[in-house]
């Protein structure tokens, strides 16, 4: 197949446990480059943290952020989604807030927090980011006044509160919104419908290329929609079972350079 784009999760794919890009996997997407294949950081991460990896990756990224609700070529943004207002405030008001669990909230290249805990202090020593404490009342407002909303909502808990505020969640159904899990131990929300399939789709079209000339890697359940619409999907062997299950093919895991294992079977990198 004559790829044409390859999009990569972060956490978990192209990063190891120890938060670093291998020097194989670098040299494999120097090469990928070279070819004159596009390359897309499709990640949960904001735009700062996204271009720090691509800064160590050291070759020219699309940074679809923010699980691909936020999405720049460059400086310039090609693809932006927002979750409903009211979306956003009963979500802060009826599952978070009463159990004094911070509330993270991305917009734009901005990240504000309800709160500051543990989940929130481990976060900003991984991307070197402090968030902006904020008052979720006095965002709603602003919103409200200007038009805007959030990309994308997180809460970083113990797995089983995570487990148990995911399922409340489903229950309530919430117009407008999504939601999955990036890990154990982070539950994403964003706007209905707004996936990293969409945020896939958005690139090609901006590239003027079709999905089906495209290799995606991942490893979770955020991952998934953009594995189906991949023309070629590779789970990492750290993937959770549902990835690996649908994937064309398994890979070795992020701490064994699975990334550049996959991209030397495909495409005989030399």
């Keep these: 197949m004559n790829y044409k784009l390859i999009c990569l999760d972060v956490d978990g794919t192209l990063l ?26 499709v990640t949960g991460r904001m735009p700062a943290a996204t271009e720090r990896i691509e800064k160590e990756v050291s070759v020219p990224c699309i940074k679809a952020c923010n699980a691909g609700t936020y999405i720049l070529l460059g400086e310039e943004c090609i693809h932006a989604k927002v979750l409903p ?119 090609c079209k901006k590239l003027g290329i079709y999905p089906g000339e495209t290799m995606a ?11 189906k619409k991949a023309g070629t999907s590779i789970a990492m062997g750290n993937a959770i079972p549902e990835v690996k299950e649908l994937a064309d093919f398994v890979t070795k895991s992020n701490n064994e350079e699975g990334i550049a294992f996959a991209l030397e079977h495909y495409l005989n990198l030399k």
């Design 16 to 41: 190891d446990d120890e938060k670093r890009v291998s020097e194989a996997v670098k040299e494999s997407l120097a090469k990928v480059h070279a070819m004159g294949i596009s390359i897309a950081l």
């Design 217 to 227: 890697f991942g490893d979770q359940e955020l991952d998934i929609p953009m594995l």
């Design 85 to 203: 207002v009211e979306a956003a405030q009963k979500i802060n008001e009826e599952f978070f807030a009463p159990h004094h669990l911070p509330l993270w909230v991305f917009e734009g290249k901005k990240w504000y927090v309800t709160a500051v805990d543990s989940y929130v202090e481990r976060e900003s020593r991984i991307i070197h980011v402090k968030p902006e404490i904020v008052k979720m009342d006095e965002l709603v407002k602003r919103w409200k006044e200007d038009g805007g909303g959030p990309n994308k909502l997180l809460a970083g808990a113990d797995p089983s509160i995570i487990s148990r505020i995911q399922k409340e969640m489903k229950a309530m159904n919430i117009s407008g919104v999504d939601m999955a899990r990036s890990s154990d131990i982070y539950l994403e929300i964003f706007p209905a419908g707004a996936t990293k399939g969409e945020a896939l789709e958005a690139i």
